[in-house]
Protein backbone atom coordinates (compact mmCIF):
# COMPACT_ATOMS: atom_id res chain seq x y z
CA UNK A 1 0.00 0.00 0.00
CA UNK A 2 1.58 3.60 -1.02
CA UNK A 3 1.94 5.57 2.61
CA UNK A 4 3.67 8.05 4.06
CA UNK A 5 4.90 6.74 7.54
CA UNK A 6 5.63 9.13 10.57
CA UNK A 7 6.79 8.21 13.90
CA UNK A 8 5.92 8.89 16.12
CA UNK A 9 1.86 9.56 16.30
CA UNK A 10 1.95 11.24 19.34
CA UNK A 11 5.10 12.83 21.91
CA UNK A 12 5.14 14.74 25.06
CA UNK A 13 9.06 15.80 25.70
CA UNK A 14 10.55 19.07 27.61
CA UNK A 15 11.92 21.75 27.04
CA UNK A 16 15.59 20.85 25.68
CA UNK A 17 15.58 17.24 25.37
CA UNK A 18 16.12 16.43 21.28
CA UNK A 19 14.24 14.53 19.52
CA UNK A 20 13.98 13.01 15.56
CA UNK A 21 10.49 12.18 14.11
CA UNK A 22 10.96 9.56 11.45
CA UNK A 23 9.08 10.31 7.59
CA UNK A 24 9.14 7.48 5.19
CA UNK A 25 7.84 6.91 1.99
CA UNK A 26 7.38 3.85 -0.50
CA UNK A 27 6.22 6.10 -3.06
CA UNK A 28 10.16 6.87 -4.48
CA UNK A 29 8.79 10.52 -4.62
CA UNK A 30 11.19 12.86 -5.69
CA UNK A 31 10.08 15.64 -3.43
CA UNK A 32 9.26 15.97 0.57
CA UNK A 33 8.16 18.27 3.48
CA UNK A 34 7.49 18.95 6.67
CA UNK A 35 4.65 20.69 8.16
CA UNK A 36 3.38 22.18 11.16
CA UNK A 37 -0.17 22.63 11.43
CA UNK A 38 -1.86 25.08 14.64
CA UNK A 39 -5.25 26.55 14.59
CA UNK A 40 -6.28 29.27 12.27
CA UNK A 41 -2.78 29.31 10.69
CA UNK A 42 -3.53 26.03 8.47
CA UNK A 43 -0.54 24.08 7.06
CA UNK A 44 2.83 26.13 7.32
CA UNK A 45 5.80 24.59 5.47
CA UNK A 46 9.24 24.02 7.69
CA UNK A 47 11.65 22.58 5.39
CA UNK A 48 11.26 21.09 1.86
CA UNK A 49 13.58 18.30 -0.09
CA UNK A 50 13.76 18.38 -3.99
CA UNK A 51 15.53 15.02 -3.61
CA UNK A 52 18.23 13.46 -1.84
CA UNK A 53 20.76 15.66 -0.45
CA UNK A 54 18.82 18.35 -1.80
CA UNK A 55 17.30 20.62 1.81
CA UNK A 56 15.60 23.98 1.59
CA UNK A 57 13.81 26.10 3.92
CA UNK A 58 10.32 26.65 4.41
CA UNK A 59 8.28 29.17 5.80
CA UNK A 60 9.18 28.31 9.48
CA UNK A 61 12.52 26.62 9.95
CA UNK A 62 13.55 28.00 13.08
CA UNK A 63 14.14 25.47 15.85
CA UNK A 64 13.90 22.48 13.30
CA UNK A 65 16.94 20.43 10.93
CA UNK A 66 16.24 18.21 7.98
CA UNK A 67 18.08 15.54 6.53
CA UNK A 68 17.74 13.06 3.16
CA UNK A 69 20.37 10.72 2.85
CA UNK A 70 17.70 8.11 1.43
CA UNK A 71 14.72 9.16 -1.23
CA UNK A 72 12.84 7.48 1.26
CA UNK A 73 13.00 8.84 4.91
CA UNK A 74 13.15 12.67 5.79
CA UNK A 75 13.94 13.16 9.26
CA UNK A 76 12.64 15.84 11.32
CA UNK A 77 14.88 16.89 14.06
CA UNK A 78 13.87 19.16 16.95
CA UNK A 79 18.03 19.77 19.03
CA UNK A 80 16.49 21.61 21.74
CA UNK A 81 12.37 21.61 21.80
CA UNK A 82 10.67 25.06 23.19
CA UNK A 83 7.38 24.93 24.02
CA UNK A 84 6.10 27.18 20.90
CA UNK A 85 6.96 24.27 18.77
CA UNK A 86 4.48 22.26 20.45
CA UNK A 87 2.13 21.83 17.48
CA UNK A 88 0.58 18.71 15.03
CA UNK A 89 3.31 17.87 12.50
CA UNK A 90 2.76 16.26 9.27
CA UNK A 91 5.37 15.05 6.09
CA UNK A 92 4.19 14.89 2.60
CA UNK A 93 5.69 13.77 -0.29
CA UNK A 94 4.94 13.82 -3.74
CA UNK A 95 6.19 13.15 -7.30
CA UNK A 96 8.02 15.93 -7.80
CA UNK A 97 8.61 19.11 -6.78
CA UNK A 98 8.28 22.50 -8.13
CA UNK A 99 4.30 22.34 -9.20
CA UNK A 100 1.01 21.12 -7.29
CA UNK A 101 1.53 17.23 -7.43
CA UNK A 102 -1.08 16.03 -5.61
CA UNK A 103 0.44 15.68 -1.81
CA UNK A 104 0.49 12.32 0.28
CA UNK A 105 0.76 13.68 3.95
CA UNK A 106 1.06 11.10 6.54
CA UNK A 107 -1.23 10.50 9.60
CA UNK A 108 0.87 13.44 11.75
CA UNK A 109 2.96 13.24 14.44
CA UNK A 110 1.68 15.46 17.52
CA UNK A 111 3.83 16.86 19.54
CA UNK A 112 3.88 18.29 23.39
CA UNK A 113 7.03 20.17 24.79
CA UNK A 114 6.80 21.46 28.32
CA UNK B 1 4.97 36.06 3.80
CA UNK B 2 2.48 35.40 1.44
CA UNK B 3 -1.32 33.89 2.21
CA UNK B 4 -3.87 32.62 0.49
CA UNK B 5 -6.96 33.68 2.28
CA UNK B 6 -9.76 32.09 2.92
CA UNK B 7 -13.13 32.57 3.90
CA UNK B 8 -15.64 31.74 6.35
CA UNK B 9 -12.81 30.12 8.59
CA UNK B 10 -15.38 28.56 10.27
CA UNK B 11 -19.17 27.12 9.16
CA UNK B 12 -21.76 25.38 10.81
CA UNK B 13 -24.97 24.50 8.80
CA UNK B 14 -27.87 21.56 9.19
CA UNK B 15 -27.47 18.81 6.61
CA UNK B 16 -29.00 19.21 2.91
CA UNK B 17 -27.78 22.98 2.96
CA UNK B 18 -25.57 24.69 0.21
CA UNK B 19 -22.51 26.70 1.14
CA UNK B 20 -19.17 28.05 -0.66
CA UNK B 21 -15.65 28.30 0.63
CA UNK B 22 -13.80 30.65 -1.22
CA UNK B 23 -9.86 30.88 -1.59
CA UNK B 24 -8.18 34.45 -2.84
CA UNK B 25 -4.69 35.36 -3.37
CA UNK B 26 -3.01 38.85 -4.50
CA UNK B 27 -1.11 37.02 -7.09
CA UNK B 28 -1.79 34.38 -9.67
CA UNK B 29 -1.75 31.07 -9.23
CA UNK B 30 -0.16 28.91 -12.06
CA UNK B 31 -2.20 25.79 -10.43
CA UNK B 32 -4.04 25.36 -7.00
CA UNK B 33 -5.46 22.32 -5.47
CA UNK B 34 -8.18 22.01 -2.32
CA UNK B 35 -8.05 19.37 0.40
CA UNK B 36 -9.86 17.90 2.66
CA UNK B 37 -8.98 16.55 6.20
CA UNK B 38 -10.81 15.08 8.79
CA UNK B 39 -10.16 14.62 12.52
CA UNK B 40 -6.74 12.56 13.51
CA UNK B 41 -5.60 12.11 9.58
CA UNK B 42 -3.56 13.91 6.77
CA UNK B 43 -5.64 16.23 4.36
CA UNK B 44 -6.26 14.42 1.08
CA UNK B 45 -6.25 15.79 -2.48
CA UNK B 46 -10.01 16.05 -3.52
CA UNK B 47 -9.03 18.30 -7.02
CA UNK B 48 -6.80 20.38 -9.25
CA UNK B 49 -7.39 23.24 -11.44
CA UNK B 50 -5.00 24.54 -13.64
CA UNK B 51 -7.21 26.74 -16.18
CA UNK B 52 -8.75 30.17 -15.69
CA UNK B 53 -12.33 29.73 -15.90
CA UNK B 54 -12.29 25.97 -15.17
CA UNK B 55 -15.27 23.69 -13.49
CA UNK B 56 -14.87 20.57 -12.31
CA UNK B 57 -17.17 18.37 -10.10
CA UNK B 58 -16.48 16.00 -7.90
CA UNK B 59 -20.20 14.26 -7.02
CA UNK B 60 -21.92 17.29 -4.74
CA UNK B 61 -18.69 19.24 -4.68
CA UNK B 62 -18.15 22.19 -7.72
CA UNK B 63 -14.57 23.98 -7.96
CA UNK B 64 -14.44 26.65 -9.77
CA UNK B 65 -11.26 28.80 -10.92
CA UNK B 66 -11.47 32.35 -11.55
CA UNK B 67 -11.03 33.43 -14.89
CA UNK B 68 -7.69 35.72 -13.67
CA UNK B 69 -6.14 32.98 -11.31
CA UNK B 70 -6.09 34.33 -8.42
CA UNK B 71 -9.45 33.06 -6.66
CA UNK B 72 -11.17 29.66 -6.02
CA UNK B 73 -14.31 28.28 -4.93
CA UNK B 74 -15.45 25.25 -3.83
CA UNK B 75 -19.45 25.02 -3.45
CA UNK B 76 -21.51 21.64 -1.84
CA UNK B 77 -24.54 21.04 -2.43
CA UNK B 78 -26.49 19.35 -0.08
CA UNK B 79 -24.33 18.89 2.33
CA UNK B 80 -23.79 15.21 4.19
CA UNK B 81 -22.01 15.23 7.62
CA UNK B 82 -19.86 13.18 5.76
CA UNK B 83 -18.50 16.78 4.63
CA UNK B 84 -17.21 17.65 7.62
CA UNK B 85 -13.85 18.48 8.29
CA UNK B 86 -11.22 20.74 7.12
CA UNK B 87 -11.03 22.06 3.57
CA UNK B 88 -7.58 23.70 2.68
CA UNK B 89 -6.81 25.18 -0.67
CA UNK B 90 -2.98 25.15 -1.63
CA UNK B 91 -1.56 26.58 -4.37
CA UNK B 92 1.49 28.33 -6.84
CA UNK B 93 2.32 31.43 -6.97
CA UNK B 94 5.75 30.97 -7.79
CA UNK B 95 5.76 29.92 -4.21
CA UNK B 96 3.20 26.56 -2.69
CA UNK B 97 1.35 27.96 -0.02
CA UNK B 98 -1.46 26.51 2.07
CA UNK B 99 -4.61 28.64 2.83
CA UNK B 100 -5.84 28.59 6.73
CA UNK B 101 -8.73 26.59 5.94
CA UNK B 102 -12.20 26.21 6.64
CA UNK B 103 -13.62 23.73 8.91
CA UNK B 104 -16.88 22.63 8.33
CA UNK B 105 -19.18 21.49 10.85
CA UNK B 106 -22.60 19.84 9.39
CA UNK B 107 -24.74 18.94 11.97
CA UNK B 108 -27.69 16.19 11.29
Known amino acids: EAQVTQNPRYLITVTGKKLTVTCSQN?????MSWYRQDPGLGLRQIYY???????DKGDVPEGYKVSRKEKRNFPLILESPSPNQTSLYFC?????????????FGEGSRLTVL | TQLLEQSPQFLSIQEGENLTVYCNSS?????LQWYRQEPGEGPVLLVT?????EVKKLKRLTFQFGDARKDSSLHITAAQTGDTGLYLC????????FGQGTTLQVKP
Open chain 2, 90 to 97: YGNTGKLI
Open chain 1, 92 to 104: ASSLWGGNTGELF
Open chain 1, 49 to 55: SMNVEAT
Open chain 1, 27 to 31: MNHEY
Open chain 2, 27 to 31: SVFSS
Open chain 2, 49 to 53: VVTGG
